[in-house]
T-cell receptor
Framework: DVKVTQSSRYLVKRTGEKVFLECVQD?????MFWYRQDPGLGLRLIYF???????EKGDIPEGYSVSREKKERFSLILESASTNQTSMYLC?????????FGQGTRLTVV | RKEVEQDPGPFNVPEGATVAFNCTYS??????FFWYRQDCRKEPKLLMS???SGNEDGRFTAQLNRASQYISLLIRDSKLSDSATYLC????????FGAGTRLFVKA
């Protein structure tokens, strides 16, 4: 079975903090994605990566950056957390378009 | 315009009803298509892939119309356990999700 693991299920951070969300997959997938999910807005793509050190902006990249130093790991970085970044963050890896998700990180910025 | 647009929800149906969800996509280069199901406070999980020839999995039937850039999901004989959010997804260079349609099946 494909396993995608996110480092935290719940996280509370203060405004202005730098936040790292980590995601690891064990299936050697080329593509990895970060989404955020908010009520009524569905899943919105923040960034994705199709290879090590390669990244592409998604629909809502502002306020975020990413890092893919190794194929299995894709990190989402909030440089200076703000309250409007309170959300559920979902990482996924994909093969032939089919996405496999981690369990999600519910981030609260206070 | 969103890349993947779905029927607005929620759909409230009685047990045993047939319900259909529709989805349109704007990127003609999309190569693969899926329906995902997401339960409350859980991550999305693959329900089924969608092919031009149509495919069926028990009570679920999915259809793709490439010419119209349209995807559908039909659920027959709805069960209470079908209550969830259904997400239409296109794959290719990047995987794009629709906003989802909430389904409530009532006894």
């Amino acid at each position: 079975d494909v396993k995608v693991t996110q480092s935290s299920r719940y996280l509370v951070k203060r405004t202005g903090e730098k936040v790292f969300l980590e995601c690891v997959q064990d299936m050697d997938h080329e593509n990895m994605f970060w989404y955020r999910q908010d009520p009524g807005l569905g899943l919105r793509l923040i960034y994705f990566s199709y290879d090590v050190k390669m990244k592409e902006k998604g629909d809502i990249p502002e306020g975020y950056s990413v890092s893919r130093e190794k194929k299995e790991r894709f990190s989402l970085i909030l440089e200076s957390a703000s309250t409007n970044q309170t959300s559920m963050y979902l990482c996924a890896s994909s093969l032939n378009g089919e996405a496999f998700f981690g369990q999600g990180t519910r981030l609260t910025v206070v | 315009r969103k890349e993947v647009e779905q029927d607005p929800g929620p759909f409230n149906v009685p047990e045993g009803a047939t319900v259909a969800f529709n989805c349109t996509y704007s990127n003609s280069a999309s190569q693969s298509f899926f329906w995902y199901r997401q339960d409350c406070r859980k991550e999305p999980k693959l329900l089924m892939s969608v092919y031009s020839s149509g495919n069926e999995d028990g009570r679920f039937t999915a259809q793709l119309n490439r010419a119209s850039q349209y995807i559908s999901l039909l659920i027959r004989d709805s069960k209470l356990s079908d209550s969830a959010t259904y997400l239409c997804v296109t794959g290719g260079f990047k995987t794009i999700f629709g906003a989802g349609t909430r389904l409530f099946v009532k006894a």
